[in-house]
């Protein structure tokens, strides 16, 4: 059965960093993506970042050169490595994983596997 565990939400200010974590386990596909995704206050969830079984990665324009995913095969974990946030960051981060092919990630609907989420709060 696949897990996935988020950790790491916490409340900071504006302009500090957070890490997020992920625990992954027993995922089915020797291809396959692993992305964070978010939901903010009153809006629909959008795609962060995802990180594919050969390393490549791609970001939303909004948190380009702020965050960076990263995976850990070892020890069978994903981390989202977030500076400089600002107060439109605030929103419940969630993990996902889903298959790789045709070259890219799917989207939030493609994703096979979710985490419950974590809930990061940005102030000011």
């Known amino acids: 059965q696949v897990q996935l565990a988020e950790s790491g939400g916490n409340s900071v200010q504006t302009g500090e960093s957070l890490t997020l974590s992920c625990a992954v386990s027993r995922l089915p596909w020797r291809s396959y993506c692993l992305g964070w995704f978010r939901q903010r206050p009153g809006k629909e969830v959008e795609g962060v970042a995802t990180?594919?079984?050969?390393?490549?990665?791609s970001y939303r324009e909004s948190v380009k050169g702020r965050f960076t995913i990263s995976k850990d095969d070892y020890r069978d974990s994903m981390h989202l490595q977030m500076d400089t946030l600002k107060s439109e960051d605030t929103a419940t981060y969630y993990c996902?994983?889903?298959?790789?092919?045709?070259?890219?990630?799917?989207?939030?609907?493609?994703?096979?596997?979710w985490g419950r989420g974590t809930l990061v709060t940005v102030s000011s």
């Open positions: 996902a994983a889903g298959k790789f092919w045709g070259g890219s990630c799917p989207g939030s609907n493609g994703m096979d596997y």
């Open positions: 990180v594919n079984s050969d390393g490549g990665t």
